[in-house]
């Protein structure tokens, strides 16, 4: 009886106000929607970092255990190493920036101008690598990129639901009719 009280207690009732019938809304699943926030998802931009097939082999092969937990161990240093890279772009954008702008200043001969455009292209390259990144999450292309069956999907799709509700309509007169 203990159990079913416990249970009962975890599946979070909730009433939904009055009825002709008592219609109950039962959460059973509560482990797994905490778990949805810490889902990694694998993204365009990832595919652009020169540094990314090394890093596959080298997070594979420290995992020496089952399947299940070598796959768990690989998303979190996926996870970790895409965390640590998107900080070190923003430096190195900044950094390149200034070099630039330094080699710009410079007195102009051929190694000056070679490494100016070296600069320049690995500046280009950073940048569409960072346009990469705000593409995925354009609401343009949103659906072109991202996968269709994520939190991310279904939460730009009722953030947009919610924007578009009509609250209430104004008639020329000036008379307001709200949303039934």
């Known amino acids: 009886?203990?159990?079913?009280?416990?249970?009962?207690?975890?599946?979070?009732?909730?009433?939904?106000?009055?009825?002709?019938?008592?219609?109950?809304?039962?959460?059973?699943?509560?482990?797994?929607e905490q778990l949805k926030s810490n889902v990694f998802k694998f993204e365009t931009w990832l595919s652009l970092e020169d540094s990314l097939i090394d890093e596959v082999k080298h997070i594979w092969v420290i995992s020496s255990e089952d399947l299940l937990q070598k796959l768990e161990n690989f998303k979190k240093g996926l996870?970790?190493?895409a965390g640590q890279i998107q900080i070190n772009r923003k430096e190195r954008n900044e950094?390149?920036?200034?070099?630039?702008?330094?080699?710009?200043?410079?007195?102009?001969?051929?190694?000056?101008?070679?490494?100016?455009?070296d600069t320049e292209i690995q500046l280009n390259f950073e940048i569409e690598k960072d346009e990469c990144y705000w593409e995925q999450r354009a609401r343009l292309?949103?659906?072109?990129?991202?996968?269709?069956?994520?939190?991310?999907?279904?939460?730009?799709?009722?953030?947009?639901?919610?924007?578009?509700?009509?609250?209430?309509?104004?008639?020329?007169?000036?008379?307001?009719?709200?949303?039934?």
């Open 1 to 32: 009886m203990e159990l079913f009280r416990r249970t009962l207690e975890e599946c979070q009732l909730i009433d939904v106000g009055y009825f002709d019938h008592s219609p109950l809304l039962i959460n059973t699943r509560r482990e797994e």
């Open 79 to 81: 996870k970790k190493w």
């Open 141 to 180: 292309n949103w659906l072109k990129f991202g996968d269709k069956n994520t939190t991310f999907f279904h939460s730009q799709a009722t953030q947009r639901q919610r924007k578009n509700l009509i609250h209430k309509l104004q008639s020329e007169n000036g008379s307001e009719t709200e949303a039934l």
């Open 95 to 117: 950094l390149l920036t200034a070099k630039l702008s330094e080699l710009a200043e410079a007195e102009r001969d051929d190694k000056n101008l070679a490494e100016m455009m």
